[in-house]
Each structure stands twice: as C-alpha cells, then as structure tokens.
C-alpha cells in the first residue's frame, strides 16, 4: 500500500489531525479526554513537542503542533499507540482505535497562517453546533484548548498560549486574554449568521484538503526537504500531494534542461505544432526520467490531448534514424 511521505524537519509546525476507525468515537466520556491530554502532556515530554492548540471532537482531535526536533513520526506512533492501550484497556475492547494514519498539514510560522489554523481549531466546536452558539461562549465547550488561553488556572503545563496571543497582537496578561476572547466571540457569531458554517472564512478549505498552508517561498523550502525524502527510495513507496509537487518539480527542471539544449523557449511551444519532433523527444525524455503523468506534459508542452504524449513516446522509442534519431541523440548526452 502506498503511504503519504512524511516530512520532518527540526522546528516544524503541523495541523495534525485523525479521526476513529469507521468513524467511531475515540473519546467516549470526559475521563477518555483526560487520558488522552495526559497521554499528549507525556509525549510533549518525551519529545520536547509544544502544542499551541488542541480541540477534541467525539471521533476525532486536532493539534496544532511544535517540532523543535525531526521527530514527528516516532512522537505521534507513541501518543497514538499509547493512548488506544489505555482506551482499550479502560474499555476493555481490542483492535485499532485509530483510522489509518493521522493527517499532518505542514504549517507556514510566518504571516497569518499559524493563527488561521489556531482558529480553525479552537472554531471546531462553533462550526459543529456543539453550544448554544446565539447566546453561548466558546469557554462553554470545555474539551479544547480555548479555555486554557482566557482562563489560565485551565491551562496544562505544556499549552504554549503566547505564539498565537502574539500573532493577534495580543499579550499573555489579563488584557491580551480578554483581547483573544472578544476577537474569538466575534468569530463564532460569524459563523452563527454564516449559510455554510464551513465556509466562514475561504482559507479553511486549503487547511481542510491540502496537505501545505503557507506562502510559495514556504512551498519552495519544503520542496526541498521532500527532495531529500524522496531520493534513493523506491518511487512507488510513496503517494500523496506532497510526493506529487516533487515529482512536477522535478520534471519542471528537466524540461527547462531539454529546451535549452534544444536552444527553445517556454515561449515558444504554443507556437509549434502539437506533434512536433522537439516536443515528442522532450515528453520521451520526461516520460523516462519522472513520474509525472501525460496529463502534465501535454499541458506543460502544449501537446494538446494526453494521447499526442503517448503516441510520440512509442514514436522516439522506435526511431532509428533521421532528425527525430538525432533530436533524441542530442538530448540524451545530458545528465538530470
């Protein structure tokens, strides 16, 4: 089964989020919430993780994590298998507790990006319904990290409350809380009068389905650790958005490498014909040395239809002689 690489890099920030097997409950009563935090304040202590923010949902959690060392992997199978060893044994049931392996939405520190995904968690309990949201509080829901940042005789030991009261402005005193907790109101009675509670705010669908929220030059720094991650592993080990990117980048720079050889232009392959020779020893050579699929080179060469890529592939492999021969000659000399 192909699994999603995981990127890990000394103080990196994760949205981390996994819900039950089949959907089911991984927190039953307010004493298998408890376990778990406690479980989460072990492996904070374990691997030196800080969590800005935490909301527990039934059948699912989130975390908004800390990484000052590489070690999200060998932290998050502790805390997970740690913790349905105590869930299982309280309820004295077997087997997986957990569905498959947990989301880790890697998480840009600069801009506003840290303190949307620090709202789109403590929101969690707003956008489900789970208080009276007209006349309710967010304090209300008790199973999250919002009260431990407005009231701090609620606070564990390992919340790291001041990097999201900062990215607000806000100070770690009696003002800057009461600051948080107005702004935070503010937000759960937009979400009261919003249509589509999920749709509140436009930047919680890049937190929901993609798998990197932050800006290019933060896309193009974790591009080159999955780089380093992916090389010397065999490529069907892999699968996932984040091994997609490598895998576009990568053939990106060859065909940049092939036009120069070939003294072209990105400029120039919206004006040569669509089965052009050039075009077809470029998609050969891509096709060769990458993973990418039709799809993207006949976009990316303005081949038109996916199937023109397939048909001057098997049109390169087969040539014996003439200028497609020495086109494909010529491009193969260099290394990528």
């Known amino acids: ?44 202590g374990r691997c030196g993780w800080r969590v800005h923010a935490f909301v527990l949902m039934g059948n699912h959690y989130h975390l908004l994590l800390e990484t000052p060392e590489a070690n999200l992997v060998d932290g998050m199978r502790w805390l997970q298998g740690t913790y349905t060893q105590r869930f299982n044994a309280r309820h004295k049931v077997w087997g997986h507790l957990f569905q498959g392996r947990y989301k880790a939405l890697l998480v ?28 309710g509080k967010l304090t209300d829901y008790k ?51 919003s249509d589509d509670p999920m749709k509140a705010d436009e930047k919680w669908v890049e937190i929901r389905r993609g798998w990197l929220f932050g800006s290019e030059e933060f896309r193009l720094k974790i591009q080159d650790v999955i780089d ?17 990117r490598h895998d576009e980048h990568a053939a990106g720079e060859l065909l940049e490498k092939a036009l120069r050889k070939l ?11 669509k089965a052009d020779d050039r075009k077809k020893v470029i998609a050969w050579l891509v096709r060769s ?15 038109g239809h996916p199937s023109t890529v397939s048909r001057g592939v098997r049109a390169v492999e087969k040539a014996e002689g003439g200028l497609l021969w020495e086109f494909k000659n010529e491009i193969s000399k260099f290394k990528d």
């Open 143 to 193: 199973q999250s990290s919002y009260p431990g940042y407005v009231r701090p005789a609620k606070r564990p030991e390992w919340l790291v409350v001041d990097r999201v009261l900062g990215s607000h402005g806000f100070k770690n005193d009696a003002s800057g809380r009461a600051g948080y907790r107005n702004y935070m109101q503010k937000r759960v009675l937009e979400i009261f009068h």
């Open 108 to 135: 840009d520190s600069d801009g506003d990006y840290f303190s949307t995904v620090a709202g789109y968690i403590h929101l969690n309990p707003a956008r489900a319904r789970c208080f009276n949201l007209e006349g």
């Open 263 to 273: 003294k072209l232009k990105r400029t120039d392959l919206g004006r040569l014909q």
């Open 1 to 44: 089964m192909p699994r999603q690489v995981r990127v890990q890099f000394e103080r990196a920030t994760y949205h981390v989020m996994c819900r039950g097997n089949h959907q089911e409950p991984v927190f039953n009563d307010d004493r298998d919430c408890e376990t778990f935090l406690d479980t989460l304040g072990e492996a904070c």
């Open 228 to 244: 380093g991650a992916v090389a010397g592993n065999r490529r069907d080990s892999y699968s996932g958005d984040a091994v997609k």
């Open 289 to 303: 040395r990458t993973s990418v699929k039709n799809e993207w080179i006949a976009s990316s060469l303005s081949m």
